[in-house]
């Protein structure tokens, strides 16, 4: 039974959804607004305002967590120059959702996630 589980799997093992969440929130961070299906978009979500609440504070400790979480240092320091910057003193929220229609190839549903501000 499913009960009590939030995440979704996208029918991959452990490691291979990390990286796919890494490379996610790192075409985010460096595009700020991407496409991709809505399942993904939704759970992209709350692994990449984790990273904008912790990046808003620049501390050596931040920066060591997410050099583990993002992996890129081009888009780490455009998460502390750029990104976090303009929420300081938001609390939460940074991303938004919007739904596109379904890809034609396999009717799946399509969104694209994007910075509020």
């Known amino acids: 039974m499913r009960h009590g589980k939030k995440t979704r799997k996208f029918k991959r093992d452990r490691d291979q959804r990390k990286a796919l969440l890494k490379a996610l929130s790192v075409a985010l961070i460096t595009r700020e607004k991407i ?3 809505e399942a993904k978009a939704k ?3 709350p692994h990449i305002e984790k990273i904008v ?3 808003k504070t620049d501390s050596v400790a931040s920066r060591r967590l997410l050099a583990a979480k993002i992996g890129n240092g081009s888009a ?3 998460v502390f120059k750029d990104v976090a910057p303009k929420f300081k003193d938001v ?3 940074y991303t938004r959702i919007i ?3 379904k890809r034609m190839k396999d009717a799946a549903k399509m969104a694209f996630i994007e910075f509020v501000k």
């Open 99 to 101: 739904k596109l229609p």
């Open 35 to 37: 496409t991709t299906t």
């Open 53 to 55: 609440t912790a990046a």
């Open 43 to 45: 759970e992209l979500r």
């Open 91 to 93: 609390q939460g929220g």
């Open 76 to 78: 780490l320091t455009k």
